[in-house]
């Protein structure tokens, strides 16, 4: 059975939409759709590919999904790598939940 669950909380939204400009102007809804199903991947490659459990809602997992997603949306264009703060904010989740010895749920 597919997942139909949200995985991202309205602060993720707002965050994400401040981070590439769109902070309390009005957006095409084509555009938001298109930023959700990027907090979705998000979401997922957290979980999926760096093994990262993000809660929705914490405002720490909101701003580290918000700020992946931020840059899948200007990746898109240039194909550059992960920013340097991305890559830290990455690494130091790994390392902090490998240490507090955290579930993967």
Not at 11 to 29: E, R, S, Y
Not at 73 to 84: I, L, M, Q, V
Request: hydrophobic share 40%; no cysteine.
């Amino acid at each position: 059975m597919a997942d139909t669950a949200i995985h991202y909380s309205d602060t993720a939204v707002a965050l994400l939409k401040a981070d590439i400009g769109f902070f309390g102007t009005q957006i095409p809804a084509d555009l938001e759709t298109y930023l959700l199903s990027l907090l979705e991947k998000a979401f997922a490659d957290f979980r999926d590919i760096m093994e990262i459990h993000l809660k929705p809602g914490t405002l720490s997992d909101d701003f580290d999904q918000s700020t992946y997603a931020a840059w899948l949306y200007r990746n898109r264009a240039t194909g550059e790598d992960k920013t340097k703060m991305l890559r830290s904010i990455v690494r130091n989740r790994q390392v902090t939940q490998a240490l507090s010895g955290e579930e993967n749920a």
